[in-house]
């Protein structure tokens, strides 16, 4: 079966023109031409996801520039590294890069190595914040909506039986969530005054 040649382009709005991209496309060849309207940020992209069901082994996808075909690094390896899986060529026209070529093959090396590295220092900074934080006896998540008196005031409320979880929680200006999870707190506190 004849290999082909597809080109992918995209614009962020309807208001921008795509014809830079897709003059370019032709110049080099391609069979076809996606053209997307739609942000990088946008997790699916129709026509992308029309080339991406229609390429088979031999095909090349050619983009005018890289940031046109991935949201990210990350996105952008994921793909080449699904074209590479499925025996697809990869071209970028502006950063002169093709997977056809050794220099080609070891950029996107590179830029996987990249988006690794970018994975484990967000990892590293999230753990030593919430390493310094704990240093300083604070707990990760959400801070508390409730203060330790505010905690017992709910349990003394609800023990005085004048009061719903509903009138408390409007009273303390929680939701009854908030409320519930006060009351289970205080829970073994009791069971042990009971015991004692």
């Known amino acids: 079966m004849e290999s082909r040649t597809f080109g992918y382009a995209r614009v962020s709005t309807s208001e921008q023109n795509p014809e830079l991209q897709i003059d370019a496309l032709n110049?080099?060849?391609?069979?076809?031409?996606?053209?997307?309207?739609?942000?990088?940020?946008?997790?699916?992209?129709?026509?992308l996801d029309h080339m991406l069901e229609m390429l088979r082994e031999g095909d090349t996808v050619v983009v005018w520039k890289l940031d046109r075909l991935g949201r990210s690094v990350q996105n952008l390896v994921a793909l080449v590294n699904r074209f590479n899986d499925m025996g697809v060529q990869f071209r970028s026209l502006t950063?002169?890069?093709?997977?056809?070529?050794?220099?080609?093959?070891?950029?996107?090396?590179?830029?996987?190595?990249?988006?690794?590295?970018?994975?484990?220092?967000?990892?590293?900074?999230?753990n030593a914040g919430?390493?310094?934080?704990?240093?300083?006896?604070?707990?990760?998540?959400?801070p508390a909506?409730?203060?330790?008196?505010?905690?017992?005031?709910?349990?003394?409320?609800?023990d005085g039986g004048t009061m719903t979880v509903d009138e408390i929680a409007?009273?303390?200006?929680?939701?009854?969530?908030?409320?519930?999870?006060?009351?289970?707190?205080?829970?073994p506190q009791e069971k042990k005054e009971t015991e004692a």
């Open 27 to 47: 110049s080099a060849g391609c069979d076809r031409i996606f053209t997307d309207h739609a942000s990088g940020a946008k997790e699916h992209r129709p026509e």
């Open 95 to 126: 950063e002169q890069i093709d997977t056809t070529t050794p220099g080609g093959v070891l950029i996107f090396n590179v830029f996987g190595a990249m988006a690794q590295f970018e994975r484990d220092l967000i990892r590293e900074r999230t």
């Open 130 to 142: 919430l390493k310094a934080a704990r240093a300083r006896g604070r707990k990760g998540g959400r």
């Open 145 to 158: 909506r409730l203060t330790a008196e505010q905690v017992k005031e709910v349990r003394r409320k609800y």
């Open 170 to 187: 409007k009273l303390m200006d929680v939701g009854r969530t908030t409320i519930y999870r006060a009351l289970e707190k205080t829970k």
